[in-house]
């Protein structure tokens, strides 16, 4: 038996073999739990393929976190696959335009661009969890993926500002949930060989600055460890533990120059 053992776990955001997200399916799948997974638009196609990766082959949703309708459909749309509870969810969405808000844009960026990045990075978290919360049971637990938002990166610009929202969304939603026994928390990765990873201009440059300063190194092409760090917090191994921000970086972010 394994620590997700018949748990029912919805993961959004499973494009390719390289997302965490995928890992995080793969992982939950080899722990017992029962998994969907979303995406959407032209992604959906991608999803639809790469899921035959994984044993067994999960059910796809489309899933616009933006969209309204597609919001209040979704506890129907997850109760016709067999979920009549969800156990956990993995947030793993972000966007921002990678030519206006992203690259050295910041002093440029207008709201519209601005507004884009924070509604579908940040404000989502809110907007999933609260959609799917009728099905939620106590003991449920929510994790969304970040990067560390305590300093300013190159070219990360306005995607940098909205994971700092989407870390204070993830702690007043710990603070809301607490008493329905709901659990919220954030992996913040270090950079890995992402599709999103690959829109964000100069972001190879990060793998030189982990190569020389993570203590215990760091394989951007390994999302395993991140993965396992996601499963463990969706597990029943932290009760206790809301709120907050687990680094899996390679302990990158506690070195300094």
Known sequence: MGILAEKNILVTGVTSHTSIAFAVAQLALAEGANVIVSNLGRALSLTRRVVHKLTPVPDVIELDVTNEDMLAALPTVLTERGFERVDAVVHSIAFANPERALGGAFLDTQWGDVATSMQTSAYSLKSLVMAVKPLLVRGSAVVGLTYDSTVSWPDYDWMGVSKAALEAVNR????????????????SAGPLDTIAKMAIPGAHNWDLLWSERAPLGWNPKDASAVGKAVVALLSDWFPATTGEVIFVDGGFHSTGA
């Open 172 to 187: 007043y939603l710990a603070r809301y949930l607490g008493a329905d026994g709901i659990r919220c928390n954030l992996v």
